[in-house]
């Protein structure tokens, strides 16, 4: 299983990227997807987190300015970030928690990391 991230870039102020995470490989299902962060410096944290039942969580840092999301025919999660600031400039990571068959334990795969940098 291979997680792939992209969309990342330089944005300005106020501005918006939306990130796609595409996972491929032998998947049987995907039972949650997140998005993490690491800015220079700091340690990575945990963004967003989106269920099999469609349930989101968000952190206080990202609430009622980013949203995540998937497409479960195309195996493919999103984050959509608006009113970026530049404190949320980071490489960002996606998450999938994926049992690989039916009978297999669900395990943890990440992606690669994208650069989001927003600058004016």
């Known amino acids: 299983v291979q997680l792939q991230a992209s969309g990342g870039g330089l944005v300005q102020p106020g501005g918006s990227l939306r990130l796609s995470c595409a996972a491929s490989g032998s998947i049987f299902s995907i039972n949650v997807m997140a998005w993490y962060r690491e800015a220079p410096g700091k340690q990575r944290e945990w963004v967003a987190t989106r269920l099999t039942s469609g349930a989101t969580n968000y952190a206080d840092a990202v609430k009622g300015r980013f949203t995540i999301s998937r497409d479960n025919a195309k195996n493919t999660g999103y984050l959509q970030m608006n009113s970026l600031k530049p404190e949320d400039t980071a490489i960002y990571y996606c998450?999938?928690?994926?049992?690989?068959?039916?009978?297999?334990?669900?395990?943890?795969?990440w992606g690669q990391g994208t650069q989001v940098t927003v600058s004016s």
């Open positions: 998450k999938a928690t994926i049992r690989r068959t039916p009978s297999s334990r669900l395990s943890d795969y």
